[in-house]
């Protein structure tokens, strides 16, 4: 069994860690390497991918952010391949998604999938060197796409810390905006500074019949709800959603491996009578990792506590902070899953460097959710 982390870093209890060495230890669990940078296309890192499961054949729809060399140090780009089975990518790919605007200008990150009727959304994280927020494309074939701007909130940082009323988010963005401003001090350039948004899924949900953004304003993930979805384009919504963030949040950062944040993995799967999100979770430790909840009419219903995907030795990464002090994270971030032959696969960046996969059995996933102690 390869390395994990151990319980002082986690803070799970003995009975937990004896759970995950028994998951590990299942035969039918499966492990492996997706993809990896390829030095002769210019990758530096793949990571954080998505699909859709248009039927249980394949080949699927795979999207991932690709980062590259830039004139400012590495930017990122979204690349686009076909899974033709749960372990093997297409050798063709190309590139979909490339900063073209203002607002993405260093990068377009983290795409999730979603299709409605005949029209793929792919939300992603665009960066423009200070601020995250959430930005939209639309396409039918992968060829043609359509960038619909940002469909997060606009709304100055400065502007949001006054408007939320909630303090432990004030907290948390009053220390981000010091942080903005200081990098702008550093750089010398003028821009204005957003509250970050991140890990975005754009869908239309049949049991509310309403379109549903989830994502997510630190530390904590929600789910924005309208009859369109071009509602999310008016900041004055955004602005009551801030008002009442109490009422828009859907899961907190109350798990010994959330205390920093949590957020969206996947778009909903289906299991049985059951609708399926992959979490993540990072701790105070920068250590990731991955879970899942059961969603029922808009509301969080269960989650499994003990988190299924836990960090191995190659999961780690090193890096240089904004004082270039070394720093050292732990990253299995589980991005998308796939339905097959009575398993779950689940699709993770590793170490912000790689794609991997794990499997676990539909029957294990569908009875831990029931379980008592994962109910809320």
């Known amino acids: ?39 002769d296309l210019n990758e530096l890192a793949v990571l954080n991918p998505s699909l859709y499961q248009n039927n249980n054949e394949g080949p699927w729809p795979f999207i991932y952010r690709t980062e590259i060399p830039g004139e400012l140090g590495r930017h990122s780009i979204i690349d686009f391949r076909l899974l033709e089975t749960p372990t093997q990518l297409s050798e063709e790919k190309r590139t979909i998604i490339w900063p073209t605007k203002d607002y993405e200008w260093r990068g377009c990150e983290d795409p999730r999938l979603t299709k409605v009727k005949d029209t793929y959304y792919i939300t992603y994280i665009a960066f423009d060197g200070i601020n995250t927020r959430i930005a939209l494309a639309t396409t039918k074939d992968f060829k043609i796409i359509e960038k619909q701007g940002i469909i997060g909130p606009q709304i100055p940082l400065e502007e949001a810390i006054g408007l939320v009323g909630n303090e432990t988010y004030k907290k948390i963005w009053l220390r981000d905006f010091k942080a903005s401003k200081k990098r702008l001090k550093n750089s010398k350039t003028k821009k204005e500074i957003y509250l970050w948004d991140k890990d975005a899924i754009l869908d239309y949900n049949e049991e509310t019949s309403l379109w549903e953004l989830s994502h997510r304003l630190d530390p904590n993930s929600h789910i924005a709800r309208a009859k369109d979805w071009r509602e999310f384009l008016n900041q004055e919504y955004w602005k009551e959603q801030i008002e009442n963030i109490d009422q828009y949040t859907s899961i907190k950062n109350k798990y010994p491996w959330a205390t920093r944040k949590i957020g969206w993995g996947s778009p909903r799967f289906k299991l049985g009578d059951k609708y399926v999100i992959l979490l993540h979770g990072v701790n105070k430790k920068a250590t990731y990792r991955g879970t899942f909840c059961e969603i029922k009419n808009g509301k969080i219903v269960s989650i499994i506590t003990d988190p299924l995907l836990q960090p191995k030795k190659d999961d780690r990464c090193d890096y240089l902070d904004e004082k270039m002090n070394k720093r050292t994270k732990r990253v299995i971030f589980p991005a998308t899953t796939l339905v097959e032959n009575n398993r779950v696969w689940i699709y993770s960046g590793s170490a912000d460097y790689k794609i991997k996969y794990r499997t676990t059995s539909e029957a294990w996933l569908y009875a831990e959710l029931n379980q008592s102690n994962n109910r809320i």
Do not use: C, F, V, Y
Not at 13 to 19: D, G, I, V
């Open 1 to 39: 069994m390869d390395e994990t982390e151990p319980p002082s870093d986690t803070g799970e209890t003995k009975t937990s860690t004896a759970l995950l060495k028994k998951r590990d230890s299942s035969k039918q669990d499966l492990e492996g390497i997706l993809l990896e940078p390829n030095p």
